[in-house]
């Protein structure tokens, strides 16, 4: 089932939709994920690049595909954070696959991603409201995306590396230019 969700997932982007996951194989990928994120904290870079352990270079390239995809169905399509009343399976898993995946990005980010280019950590554009309104100037945006905003934030915080780096700076821009004029501070 993971390898289906993983060929149906990836073939397509992130923007595909794959088949839901069952209730079984999010458990089996919870302790996946919090296995092998507690395994990295032991492992030097020798080990991990060039002896492949615990998992070979391709496989942690498709590990980190099918991770992104489920960041991007959990963050994004249907934030775990927005479901109500939370479900603790999923707000579980959602917090040891954003883990894992912060763990391999700053191991290959160590090694100037000679392995995956920076590219292969990003989510493809992402065309929103929300993120439009995150990008604009507070004056343009209207009252109604003061409020919003929710998932950016969380993307923000909690994995900013899947935004392109010119969005995030759009993004951090608009928030100097937001603190500035509501402190009063002249452009």
Not at 35 to 47: K, P
Not at 89 to 99: K, M, P, S
Not at 110 to 123: G, L, P
Not at 145 to 169: E, H, W, Y
Request: glycine share 4%; net charge negative.
């Amino acid at each position: 089932e993971v390898s289906r969700y993983a060929d149906e997932a990836c073939d397509g982007g992130v923007a595909a939709r794959p088949p839901p996951l069952s209730p079984t194989v999010r458990m089996a990928l919870f302790l996946f994920c919090a296995t092998y994120s507690h395994q990295l904290l032991a492992l030097d870079d020798e080990e991990f690049f060039e002896k492949g352990v615990p998992l070979s270079m391709n496989e942690q390239f498709e590990a980190t595909r099918v991770l992104k995809r489920l960041l991007y169905e959990m963050f994004w399509e249907a934030p775990v954070a927005e479901q109500a009343p939370f479900e603790l399976e999923n707000v579980q898993l959602l917090l040891a696959v954003t883990r894992l995946f912060n763990q391999l990005y700053d191991r290959h980010a160590r090694h100037d991603f000679a392995h995956f280019s920076r590219e292969h950590w990003h989510w493809p554009a992402v065309h929103s409201r929300e993120l439009a309104d995150a990008t604009t100037p507070a004056e343009d945006r209207g009252m109604a995306a003061a409020f919003g905003g929710r998932r950016v934030s969380l993307l923000l915080t909690c994995i900013p590396q899947v935004l392109q780096f010119k969005q995030r700076v759009m993004i951090f821009h608009r928030l100097i230019e937001d603190d500035k004029a509501s402190a009063g501070i002249p452009d």
